[in-house]
């Protein structure tokens, strides 16, 4: 809906500092309620409605892309997902692996933004994400299979979803290549 809609985007384009903060916000907002049934709920579904319209760039930057990164993290998250579920296996192991990985891609990407502003990095970078977020969700399934009580749903919810977003962004920038 916001991609079809040119005022609505240059609102958020206009406004692009306060959106973020609003869109961080709902995530800590999430974390807050999330013992809380309902007002998790309307949290949650806060926090998704922001993130359909922070994606709205990246998929009008990636338009001719965006089909095919759809289904490309639909196979990848129903796969790991599936062999998760099946095997049973633990995956909690590769907590502290993930969480290291994710700071060096921030800080990758940071750097490579403000800096060095290398083709050839992002490139690894995009790799390295696609990488990280798969692992993140072995490691989140095993995690909500084995760790979450059912009443911490909205988190396992939440993890998932970030790692699902997360996944599909990294795989529509690298199919989209260097767009500058």
């Not at 949650?44 to 709205?56: A, D, H, N």
């Not at 129903?78 to 579920?85: E, N």
């Not at 490579?112 to 990488?131: P, Y």
């Not at 692992?135 to 988190?155: A, F, H, P």
């Amino acid at each position: 809906m916001t991609v079809t809609s040119p005022g609505f985007l240059k609102t958020i384009a206009n406004n692009m500092i306060l959106f973020i903060v609003f869109y961080i916000g709902s995530l800590f907002f999430v974390m807050f309620a999330r013992k809380r049934e309902n007002l998790a709920l309307v949290a949650l579904f806060t926090f998704t409605i922001l993130s359909g319209v922070m994606m709205s760039f990246p998929v009008i930057m990636y338009s001719e892309h965006v089909f095919n990164a759809a289904v490309l993290s639909l196979l990848v998250f129903v796969g790991l997902s599936f062999y998760a579920v099946t095997t049973k296996k633990d995956f909690s192991f590769l907590g502290g692996f993930l969480f290291v990985g994710l700071i060096v891609l921030f800080g990758g990407g940071l750097l490579n933004a403000f800096w060095l502003k290398s083709a050839g990095l992002e490139f690894f970078m995009n790799i390295g994400g696609i990488l990280i977020f798969s692992g993140l969700i072995l490691y989140d399934t095993s995690r909500i299979m084995n760790q979450y009580s059912s009443n911490e749903y909205v988190m396992a919810t939440l993890s998932l979803y970030l790692d699902l977003m997360n996944l599909f962004l990294y795989i529509l920038r690298f199919l989209g290549g260097n767009k500058d």
